[in-house]
């Protein structure tokens, strides 16, 4: 595949309901690993482009920093839909999540969809993930990540994923991966690529390499794909 940026047919007026990075990126997991990422190190820091039809219209930031035995895990998304050089969408999402041996045990996750505000929160609680949001309140067994961890590996091993922005609880299917050499930052890297569908007409495909580093993202939603791509 020569290029990571999606470019999708179609036009006209943009129908974005929610983002959801990646129908990923929900319960039911066991514990989960971050690929070769060694436990006592933070993974680097990824900055991901984001492209709708071919035209950049924002970012996906996500660091990492270790505190002890705590992976604290900042997402940032900031996207804009311009049309004429007018804003016609506008998306904003921040999260703060805390990975103890290798599993998610709090998220913190605020979203403006176009100028409406949503929360969901996370935490482990006798062995459980406690979910809090929109959707209501319910627990799922402990090792379950929500949507935006797909800059870990462990997500395709897992059957369900907790929504970022409603904490619907959404059941996803994951094909065996499949070796591809993809371009990334201008070189050929060689690849695993999995394609995962989910419930709630989501879908999408996540690219590592052979460090399970996440090297790009193609995110299905409400008939919007959007392509993320590694910044230069």
Same mark, same amino acid.
């Given at each position: 595949? !020569?290029?990571? $940026?999606?470019?999708?047919?179609?036009?006209?007026?943009?129908?974005?309901?929610?983002?959801?990075?990646?129908?990923?990126?929900?319960?039911?997991? !066991?514990?989960?690993?971050?690929?070769?990422?060694? #436990?006592?190190?933070?993974?680097? *820091?990824?900055?991901?482009?984001?492209? @709708?039809?071919?035209?950049?219209?924002?970012?996906?930031?996500?660091?990492?920093?270790?505190?002890?035995?705590?992976?604290?895990?900042?997402?940032?998304?900031?996207?804009?839909?311009?049309?004429?050089?007018?804003?016609?969408?506008?998306?904003?999402?921040?999260?703060?999540?805390?990975?103890?041996?290798?599993?998610? $045990?709090?998220?913190?996750?605020?979203?403006?969809?176009?100028?409406? *505000?949503?929360? $969901?929160?996370?935490?482990? @609680?006798?062995?459980? /993930?406690?979910?809090?949001?929109?959707?209501?309140?319910?627990?799922?067994?402990?090792?379950?990540?929500?949507?935006?961890?797909?800059?870990?590996? #462990?997500?395709?091993?897992?059957? !369900?994923?907790?929504?970022?922005?409603? #904490?619907? /609880?959404?059941?996803?299917?994951?094909?065996?991966?499949? @070796?591809? @050499?993809?371009?990334?930052?201008?070189?050929?890297?060689?690849?695993?690529?999995?394609?995962?569908?989910?419930?709630?007409?989501?879908?999408?495909?996540?690219?590592? *390499?052979?460090?399970?580093?996440?090297?790009? !993202?193609?995110?299905?939603?409400?008939?919007?794909?959007?392509?993320?791509?590694?910044?230069?």
């Amino acid at each position: 595949m !020569a290029r990571s $940026v999606v470019r999708p047919s179609g036009g006209g007026t943009p129908r974005f309901g929610r983002r959801r990075a990646i129908a990923l990126a929900g319960g039911g997991m !066991a514990a989960l690993g971050f690929g070769k990422h060694a #436990a006592a190190t933070a993974p680097t *820091d990824l900055q991901l482009n984001v492209f @709708r039809q071919g035209s950049p219209i924002g970012t996906h930031v996500i660091r990492f920093s270790q505190a002890g035995g705590t992976l604290q895990v900042a997402s940032e998304v900031d996207l804009r839909v311009k049309v004429a050089f007018i804003t016609v969408y506008s998306y904003r999402q921040t999260s703060n999540d805390d990975w103890e041996d290798e599993v998610l $045990v709090r998220s913190r996750i605020q979203t403006n969809d176009n100028g409406k *505000d949503t929360s $969901v929160e996370a935490e482990a @609680r006798d062995g459980k /993930l406690a979910v809090q949001g929109p959707a209501g309140s319910y627990t799922t067994p402990l090792g379950a990540m929500t949507d935006i961890s797909f800059w870990n590996e #462990a997500i395709t091993r897992g059957p !369900a994923l907790v929504d970022s922005q409603s #904490a619907e /609880l959404i059941k996803i299917q994951v094909e065996a991966a499949t @070796r591809e @050499r993809i371009e990334v930052r201008g070189q050929p890297v060689d690849a695993r690529r999995f394609a995962m569908t989910g419930t709630k007409g989501r879908s999408g495909t996540v690219w590592y *390499d052979d460090a399970s580093s996440l090297v790009k !993202a193609v995110v299905i939603t409400r008939g919007e794909t959007l392509g993320y791509e590694l910044a230069a």
